[in-house]
């Protein structure tokens, strides 16, 4: 979905900018008309307001009261601007509650209403803490449909201690398929560039997910666990990262 005011900010910048004019358009005075409506032979045809307003003298725009229908006066390109700086983050909020609502009509009484993405880096590239905060930061920045309440992680364990596997978990609430999801994420990542080797997605309970996401795990999971806490702080990387907020 795009966003107008962002799409063709020049073109509603030349409408905002615009000077509202008052509609008129030609007609036969009474006078100059039959008894059955036709014109008479020399009628004339004489301009007439087209909203009563004008006519009766209450218009603003007559008046000179509202240059147009959004400023009392001539705007400054600056005011433009603004008002469609506003109009934008309005379309941009829209659309995050149309989202909400969709999934909560698709997944409003499924308890598999999440997913679990996970990213694998390849361990031997040296610089895993820089590369997985771009990998983050180019997700939040794409504002992708499929993402919704999601949040990241970063870990260089997590299946146990002594292995290194570094990757990214997101957590999701679920709105696109599996297979979609994991397609895009491949075209995205799976690029020198992102050293990603793989991506795997399963759909779960959001809660399930979101509580592995955070950490919550078991037996030598959890010990992996407590040294990636350990590894993102030597290497300032966040605990979580809020994909959509
Ligand atoms: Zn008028
Ligand atoms: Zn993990």
Redesign the pocket.
Same mark, same amino acid.
């Given at each position: 979905m795009i966003n107008p005011f962002e799409t063709y900010p020049q073109t509603f910048a030349a409408i905002l900018r615009k000077k509202h004019t008052c509609e008129t358009i030609m007609l036969y005075a009474d006078e100059d008309r039959e008894p059955n409506g036709e014109p008479k032979l020399n009628a004339r045809l004489q301009e007439h307001w087209v909203e009563e307003a004008c006519a009766y003298g209450q218009c603003e725009y007559c008046h000179g009261w509202q240059y147009n229908e959004w400023f009392q006066e001539k705007p400054t390109d600056s005011e433009v601007q603004e008002l469609i700086l506003k109009q934008q983050i309005k379309v941009d909020l829209a659309k995050k509650v149309k989202r909400k609502k969709y999934n909560e009509l698709i997944n409003g009484a499924d308890k598999n209403n999440g997913q679990l993405i996970t990213l694998c880096i390849d361990k031997d590239y040296k610089q895993v803490p820089k590369l997985a905060e771009e990998i983050i930061s180019v997700i939040i920045k794409a504002d992708y449909d499929c993402l919704l309440d999601a949040q990241a992680t970063i870990?260089l364990y997590?299946k146990s201690e002594t292995e290194l596997l570094p @990757?990214i @978990?997101i957590v999701t609430k679920k709105l696109k398929p599996d297979g979609a999801v994991a397609q895009l994420f491949r075209r995205k990542f799976r690029k020198d560039k992102y050293q990603v080797y793989r991506v795997d997605v399963k759909t779960l309970p959001y809660e399930s997910a979101e509580a592995y996401v955070m950490g919550e795990k078991e037996g030598a999971k959890l010990a992996a666990t407590a040294k990636d806490k350990a590894y993102r702080l030597n290497n300032s990387l966040q605990d979580i990262y809020d994909l959509t907020a």
């Open positions: 870990e997590g @990757h @978990h």
